[in-house]
């Protein structure tokens, strides 16, 4: 079968696998399967950006969406006044003591000449502003902790639309990735993977234990929503005749309808980006990156500033990844820093990549949906599977019982199964990179 068929019908068999979930479980679960499926297929557009198109290993993915996440927080919850009334004039202080020591050390950094004195000076104004903050800062921080650190103990948000904090999420993450970028790009491959690695887990921890900012591990419930509440849809005159029309449960089908509003929001998302992402990817600036990525050497004899590049694309797929994770704490209503593992946000969204095809933008979509769809239901599937194998032991053997409890395991099986599938015998990918000849 050939390229462009064959493509069409992985994409079709894998829309008649989520529709084996609604007709076989439930379609609220196959909703949601396939709402998570859109923003993973969003996160692995934005790694493959930075892999697929430069050979970027970045093992950050995790704090990039925890960026976003944190950004979906702040734009759409209100703020908490009796907090500010507090100490809002501490966190004024403490924000114009951070900028006023950063454009210091950055000033410093580009006036003097390279060399000691410049690493000397620069490091005391950071050490001297750290003091400083911790000084100054760290009285006002117990203080907003402790303003009914039951339901609030933070500063809160801005009150807007919760649909801001996608594009601003985005673009926090791309403002962080040039900071990160600017340090460590001009490492080798493995280094930059420790780096990032080790700059995501930062983020992540600071986002765990900074209550005033995040409420850290009590977390931050309540979002709000882009799409109506179900309580609302079924006091909904319209929504109730549609639902007398349809011969439907109101309440089964406001949870139904809601899932549908979001799986109708993140396809917009997704399309835009993929859009972009081959208008890119074919334009000269897209056969330079891949020029770069196949051969470093000679694309920088010819003139080609590979770390300006390098930079650029970095920054670029990080903010994909920015606008993925607001989205994903949108879905989840809560911001929960310490759902952010790696486990999840990067060794899953770096199988979907390399399963789907890197460099392949719709092959980093396919990735997207088959790995998260065997990563919802290898679970049940494996307890089917458990179930059948065990039928003739007896219901208390021990074997059996010990089988049936084990199934919960059988997603890191699936996923490594998946994984050596693919190497062996589509070591490209699902849907290869095409390349010009």
Same mark, same amino acid.
């Not at 080798?188 to 887990?201: F, M, N, P």
């Not at 989840?332 to 486990?343: C, E, F, H, R, V």
């Given at each position: 079968m050939k390229g462009p068929m064959r493509n069409i019908l992985y994409f079709l068999i894998m829309a008649a696998m989520i529709v084996a979930v609604g007709q076989m479980q439930s379609w609220n679960l196959a909703l949601s399967i396939l709402n998570l499926c859109l923003i993973s297929s969003i996160m692995a557009l934005g790694v493959n950006i930075q892999w697929g198109y430069a050979g970027l290993f970045n093992v950050g993915v995790m704090g990039f969406a925890a960026i976003g996440g944190l950004a979906a927080m702040v734009v759409s919850m209100p703020p908490v006044q009796e907090a500010w009334s507090a100490a809002g004039s501490g966190v004024w202080v403490g924000l114009l003591i951070f900028i006023a020591s950063a454009?210091?050390?950055l000033f410093v950094y580009k006036k003097l000449a390279k060399g000691p004195l410049r690493t000397t000076i620069v490091m005391l104004i950071v050490i001297v502003s750290y003091v400083l903050l911790r000084v100054y800062f760290d009285p006002t921080t117990k203080v907003i902790e402790k303003v009914n650190p039951a339901s609030t103990g933070y500063l809160g948000g801005m009150g807007l639309p919760i649909l801001l904090a996608w594009p601003i999420g985005g673009l926090l993450a791309g403002a962080v990735a040039w900071l990160v970028g600017?340090?460590?790009?001009?490492?080798?491959? @493995?280094?930059?993977?420790?780096?990032?690695?080790?700059?995501?887990?930062?983020?992540?921890?600071?986002?765990?234990?900074? @209550?005033?900012?995040?409420?850290?591990?009590?977390?931050?419930?309540?979002?709000?929503?882009p799409v109506p509440y179900e309580v609302d849809l079924q006091a909904a005159e319209w929504f109730v005749a549609l639902t007398v029309r349809l011969g439907v449960d109101p309440v089964t089908f406001s949870s139904i309808f809601v899932k549908l509003c979001y799986a109708g929001l993140f396809t917009i998302v997704l399309l835009l980006v993929l859009w972009l992402s081959e208008k890119a990817l074919r334009s000269p600036w897209g056969r330079m990156m891949r020029a770069i990525r196949d051969n470093e050497v000679s694309a920088n004899a010819m003139g080609k500033d590979v770390t300006a590049r390098h930079l650029q694309v970095f920054v670029l797929g990080s903010i994909v990844v920015g606008i993925a994770g607001a989205m994903l704490t949108t879905l989840?209503?809560?911001?929960?820093?310490?759902?952010?593992?790696?486990?999840?946000?990067?060794?899953?969204?770096w199988v979907m990549v390399i399963v789907g095809?890197?460099?392949?933008? /719709?092959?980093?979509?396919?990735?997207?949906?088959?790995? /998260?769809?065997? /990563?919802? !239901?290898? !679970?049940?599937?494996?307890?089917?599977?458990?179930?059948?194998?065990?039928?003739?032991?007896?219901? @208390?053997?021990?074997?059996?019982l010990h089988l049936l409890e084990s199934a919960a395991h059988m997603r890191l099986m699936t996923m490594g199964a998946i994984l050596l599938l693919a190497l062996r015998f589509s070591p490209k990918g699902l849907i290869p990179e095409r390349t010009q000849q």
């Open positions: 454009a210091a050390a600017k340090i460590t790009l001009g490492l080798r491959a @493995d280094y930059l993977a420790i780096a990032t690695l080790g700059i995501s887990e930062i983020i992540v921890a600071v986002l765990k234990h900074e @209550d005033w900012m995040t409420r850290g591990v009590k977390n931050v419930t309540g979002l709000p929503r989840d209503g809560q911001l929960t820093p310490s759902a952010y593992q790696p486990l999840r946000f990067t060794f899953l969204i095809g890197s460099g392949n933008n /719709w092959g980093a979509i396919l990735g997207g949906f088959v790995i /998260w769809f065997f /990563w919802i !239901e290898a !679970e049940p599937l494996g307890l089917w599977l458990m179930d059948v194998l065990t039928a003739g032991m007896a219901s @208390d053997s021990p074997l059996r």
